[in-house]
């Protein structure tokens, strides 16, 4: 099955670009859809997916997708979904190990105080793409 296994963060827009060496390939496909989420048009994704993880973190992972665009929840509340209010470390942990960037929304969950914490893009992303996902935000951005 051709598959999404990874997306992550570059500074350099060449070396993303040089990854992508077909007309039209999967790759394309996902970065389309990416672009689309930064450009406001799009709020989830349909590509396929295959990552690499625990029983346990493809789980959260899976849970993550269900958080919906523009809304948070705390790492807490995402491991009581889980269905174990005392997986709070785990499901954190997973986050921290989430392998698809933005696509598995990890940049959506937060700490319990409402605060921004942990991410591996950095907190200064988190804080740019949750404000992208606020339609009163994106004038600012763009």
Request: proline letters at 5%; aromatic letters at 10%; one cysteine or more.
């Amino acid at each position: 099955m051709e598959a999404v296994k990874s997306v992550g963060f570059v500074e350099d827009t060449e070396q993303a670009d040089a990854a992508i060496d077909e007309p039209y390939t999967l790759l394309q496909e996902c970065k389309d859809q990416i672009n689309e989420y930064f450009k406001g048009s799009r709020n989830s994704f349909s590509i396929p997916l295959d990552p690499e993880g625990t029983d346990f973190q493809k789980k959260v992972w899976q849970a993550l997708q269900d958080i919906p665009f523009g809304k948070t929840i705390s790492y807490g509340d995402l491991a009581n979904k889980m269905g174990d209010k005392n997986l709070m470390r785990a499901v954190g942990g997973a986050n921290g190990r989430n392998p698809i960037a933005i696509i598995f929304p990890c940049h959506r969950v937060i700490g319990t105080s409402g605060t921004l914490t942990g991410y591996a893009g950095g907190l200064w992303r988190k804080k740019w793409l949750l404000d992208l996902e606020q339609p009163e935000k994106q004038a600012l951005l763009f």
